[in-house]
């Protein structure tokens, strides 16, 4: 084979929420797996190498910049569904790729992909879209949009530890390093009035409009004259 080769070429980096979703070509993640390991399904995609001896492509991926284990031979294709085991929390992956041709001859890496995790949980009574744990590209950006359940509101969303008050959505841009979002929310307070009054030989305490929160109780004395 000639010594221009061509490398290949990855397209962008995408999320996918769950693994039914749709995406585009690029670099695509979902994750399931508990707490401090997860699993992550990838898909990637990259331009095709046009030299007539082409025979395949082999991707590379490791935890630091161009420190790869052992590739995948992913034949002659430019998508590839790809499981990474036991990525660290938090953790960030870096992908290449390289094309073969027919006398085994084996091009030079690709750019390289960088990407890192964003985490986004909420917690009971709400929901974070999307949810889970992410791998986006390095330079992209995400949006997550906090929705409380019925009867409740956003009490607080923290990202990376920092209060940044109860906003109902978030955008991370320009991604640099790992970063996680969070939400809480808490029940709206739901408030009743009574109105009290009393006739001719008596009185009732407290009189007039009381205002009373849902759940709460509220205490009328009526004591009748002399």
Known sequence: MKSYFRTVKFYGCCLVFSCAALFVLGFCASFFCPPFAYSAQVTLA??????????????????????????????????YALTLPDLPDGGAYYFAATAYDTSG????????????????????????????????????????????????????????????GPVSSYTFTDMQSNQ?????????????????????????????TVTVNHGESKTFTITPSA
């Open 180 to 208: 996680s979002i969070s939400a809480s929310f808490l029940p709206d307070i739901v408030t009743y009035t009574i109105t009290a009054s009393a006739g001719a030989n008596g009185a009732i305490s407290p009189s007039g």
């Open 105 to 164: 001859n084996e091009s030079d890496f690709s750019e390289e992909l960088v990407c890192y995790a964003i985490s986004a949980e909420a917690g009971p009574n709400g929901t974070i879209t999307p949810g889970g744990v992410f791998l986006t590209e390095k330079g992209s950006g995400q949006t997550f949009t906090i929705t409380p359940a019925a009867g409740y509101h956003i009490a607080d969303v923290l990202v990376n530890g920092s209060s940044v």
């Open 46 to 79: 990259w331009n095709a190498n046009t030299e007539p001896t082409l025979a395949g492509y082999k991707i590379y991926y490791g935890q630091a910049s161009r420190t790869y284990g052992d590739p995948v031979n992913v034949g002659n294709q430019t998508t």
